[in-house]
């Protein structure tokens, strides 16, 4: 039961939690939790989804399929329930950004029933697709669109830019080939996209700040001894939820 209904990405808990601790602080609402809640069922319904979706593409039934398959309906039924529950609260339209959402945690599922979902695509559409439920929440709460989609600006970025620092980080610990160029280029480009969302009044300057500095400061770890992976990820924790409380502070404030 524990290898089908808990998920072994670790890092998947953070990157899940954050964008809907972050919608929640700027647009708190009986709709949002029930979306906050939706989130992380999705989340944790994704692995024995995996699980039934790999063995039907290898042709196998074993114990463990009929036991996901088990699982994945009742965490789909909860979570249809907590969709309803979202449609009948909300104060405004929710659903638009999961749209585009929906496509990318499309195209991480159809990395997953070929076993790949440790490649660099699945990882990065998966994270940005679930960084949607902070503009999701922030809408169904009565936020501003604008606001509600620098939410997801924020959130795409800081999930972007620690892919590809936690993948540089593990497999420098490991020995394996790595290229930090392509870090160096990542945190650029994330640093450049809330720099562009600040400029047009999509994202609050400090929320912009934070992630820059967020990137900055994977630069420079990059280029320290890697730690161990438990000290890896509660680094990306405490740099992921400072990133959270700035951004969804300057976002409320007067």
């Known amino acids: 039961?524990?290898?089908?209904a808990v998920p072994g990405e670790h890092g998947g808990w953070s990157l899940t939690l954050e964008p809907t601790i972050l919608g929640l602080i700027v647009a708190p609402s009986a709709a949002g939790f029930a979306l906050a809640g939706g989130a992380l069922l999705g989340f944790l319904a994704r692995t024995p989804l995996r699980i039934v979706l790999v063995d039907r593409f290898r042709d196998r039934q074993?114990?463990?399929?009929?036991?996901?398959?088990q699982l994945v309906v009742v965490e789909l039924v909860i979570l249809a329930v907590l969709a309803g529950i979202a449609v009948v609260t909300a104060e405004h339209a929710w659903?638009?950004?999961?749209?585009?959402?929906?496509?990318l945690i499309a195209i991480e599922l159809w990395y997953d029933v070929r076993s790949r979902s440790r490649w660099l695509t699945p990882e990065l559409a998966g994270t940005i697709g679930i960084s949607a439920i902070a503009a999701a929440i922030a809408l169904a709460g009565g936020a501003d669109p604008r606001v509600a989609y620098g939410l997801w600006l924020v959130m795409a970025a800081r999930a972007a830019a620690a892919v590809f620092f936690v993948r540089l980080?593990?497999?420098r610990a490991k020995g394996?080939?790595?290229?930090?160029?392509?870090?160096i280029a990542a945190q650029g480009v994330a640093s450049l996209a809330v720099i562009l969302g600040a400029a047009t009044d999509?994202?609050?300057i400090a929320g912009a700040v934070s992630v820059v500095a967020l990137c900055i400061i994977h630069a420079i770890l990059a280029r320290l001894p890697p730690p161990r992976a438990a000290v890896l990820g509660a680094q990306q924790v405490v740099l992921?939820?400072?990133?959270v409380l700035i951004t969804g502070l300057s976002a409320i404030a007067p």
Do not use: I, S
């Not at 074993?62 to 398959?69: D, H, P, Q, V």
């Not at 394996?176 to 870090?183: A, E, K, S, Y």
């Open 1 to 4: 039961m524990r290898d089908v």
């Open 62 to 69: 074993l114990e463990r399929t009929r036991l996901a398959a």
């Open 95 to 103: 659903w638009p950004p999961l749209v585009p959402a929906a496509v």
């Open 169 to 171: 980080q593990l497999r």
């Open 176 to 183: 394996q080939p790595h290229r930090h160029p392509v870090n």
């Open 202 to 204: 999509l994202v609050p």
């Open 240 to 243: 992921g939820l400072t990133v």
